[in-house]
């Protein structure tokens, strides 16, 4: 099959297309015949090295957590689903024509494979900072970074939940970030005053570590109040860093759900062919994403 990978740490330009071995699902998986892989930071952060003291990895490797697609074979112990089903979920090695899952979900109506295969990675992340941080119905939760794909989640999961919300964006994304009934300011010099004007912060994310965490725990005054998922020197500073760590299988479960509500959309900024996997790298790199990138297989 064929799947993108890459053989040292490096630029986007490492990422090859190669011909690589089938995936097979073990017990308590499932393998897809995907159609859609999403892109994520994690996924270019594992490519440039930037977890290798704390996760190595073995190269050559693939890339990829995101998916959804068809299953097509479905491991030892599995219940509930069969081949044939349309899914959504998360596994290892997506960037490719078959991927195996570790968790999933049935995809959602009304929802398109590019759609879904956005989803996974990035609601989980938002519903676990969204309980980290601890922001309640009637609080005001700033989040720097709002337009992209966690942003994206986060505003619609805050409105859901009562929550008022402020978020920071590029001059071109305020629009879309008022479209989710957030308070929307642009982030760069001055943002903190700009922030201050708009009321009394009690919690802050920082969804997209561009040297803002000094700006949240002077809004917050508290550092228990502030989260990042991006910035690795955060910690110094006595703020959380929570990259990875929830309950996927939940986290799908409450995707499906707000998606069925009609409470939860995330736009797909750009699609890819599996080939240009290193341009998608580049272009998520590059940020100022509204909502997701995903590959198309």
Known sequence: ????????????????????????????????????????????????????RIRPIELPSGVGQDASGMVDEVGEGVTGVAVGDPVLGRGSNTYAEFAVLNSWAPLPSGLTFAEAAGYPSVVETALRVLRLVGVQTGQTLLVSGAAGGVGSAVLQVARDRGIKVIGTASAANQDYVRSLDAIATTYGEGWVDRVRRLGQVDAALDLNGTGVIRGLLDLTGDPDKVITIADLEAPMLGIRF????????????????????????????????????PAAHADSQAGHTRGRRVLLV
């Open 1 to 52: 099959m064929k799947a993108v990978r890459f053989a040292a740490y490096g630029g986007p330009e490492v990422l090859e297309l190669a011909e690589v071995p089938e995936p097979h699902a073990g017990p308590g998986q499932i393998r897809v015949a995907v159609r859609a892989a999403g892109v994520n930071p994690h996924d270019w952060r594992t490519r440039e090295g930037q977890f290798q």
């Open 242 to 277: 929570a990259g990875t760590g929830g309950n996927m299988k939940e986290a799908l479960a409450e995707t499906v759900d707000l998606v069925e509500r009609g409470k939860l959309r995330i736009p797909v900024a750009k699609s890819y062919p599996l080939a240009e996997a």
